[in-house]
């Protein structure tokens, strides 16, 4: 049972570079989030989602796309990188909402944008 | 802002004493969540405690919920330096969002 698994674990990217950041959980959870932490904060929702073909959006959607074609994987889609979105990026997992049960995290991508 | 916020921000204690940290919260929740991050690695869920429940354990965790004054308090006993983490408290806003506060950084000397 891996949990929920995040690729990659670093990455730098250039200004205006896209890329996709990979979030996959084996334990049939319903509800995924994207969250990204910046030093010495706390959690920023980005997007999330409640089940396979539904998707909303979080605290700070500017610049990020998801989709949830299956429900073990959530991709987080950057368009274009930005400085300001230099962060550790975490993927997150429960089988409900998250209002009774806790979330399980992945290890997190260390994203730096140059 | 929804946000649980930790208090302190950081805290710093020898092994075998006690630790306490705090949460404030601002609307009405379902349940509060604490959660522990090592450095450099994802959040780990500590415990849960619904809004209904006063006070709840769980092995050296005590952790108390006072509704009536939006706050909530984990206790860590006789802590130890593997205790050595950032602690948040996390609570459910709207059916769909979750949201963490800043953290205590608790720092066990041994």
């Known amino acids: 049972n891996a949990g929920v698994t995040q690729t990659p674990k670093f990455q730098v990217l250039k200004t205006g570079q896209s890329m996709t950041l990979q979030c996959a959980q084996d334990?049939?959870?319903?509800?995924m989030s994207w969250y990204r932490q910046d030093p010495g904060m706390g959690l920023r929702l980005i997007h999330y989602s409640v089940g396979a073909g539904i998707t909303d959006q979080g605290e700070v959607p500017n610049g990020y796309n998801v989709s949830r074609s299956t429900t073990e994987d959530f991709p987080l889609r950057l368009l274009s990188a930005a400085p300001s979105q230099t962060s550790v990026y975490f993927c997150?997992?429960?089988?409900?909402?998250?209002?009774?049960?806790?979330?399980?995290f992945g290890s997190g991508t260390r994203l730096t944008v140059v | 802002s929804q946000q649980g916020e930790e208090d302190p921000q950081a805290l710093s204690i020898q092994e075998g004493e006690n630790a306490t940290m705090n949460c404030s919260y601002k609307t009405s929740i379902n349940n509060l969540q604490w959660y522990r991050q090592n450095s450099g690695r994802g959040l780990v869920h500590l415990i849960l405690?619904?809004?209904?429940?006063r006070e709840k354990h769980s092995g050296r965790l005590r952790v108390t919920l006072d509704t009536s004054k939006k706050s909530s308090s984990l206790l860590i006993t006789a802590s130890r330096a593997a205790d050595t983490a950032s602690y948040f408290c996390?609570?459910?806003?709207?059916?769909?969002?979750?949201?963490f506060g800043s953290g205590t950084k608790l720092n066990v000397k041994p």
């Open positions: 334990m049939n959870h319903e509800y």
């Open positions: 997150a997992s429960s089988y409900s909402t998250g209002r009774v049960y806790g979330y399980t």
């Open positions: 405690i619904r809004s209904n429940e």
């Open positions: 996390a609570t459910p806003n709207n059916f769909n969002k979750f949201y």
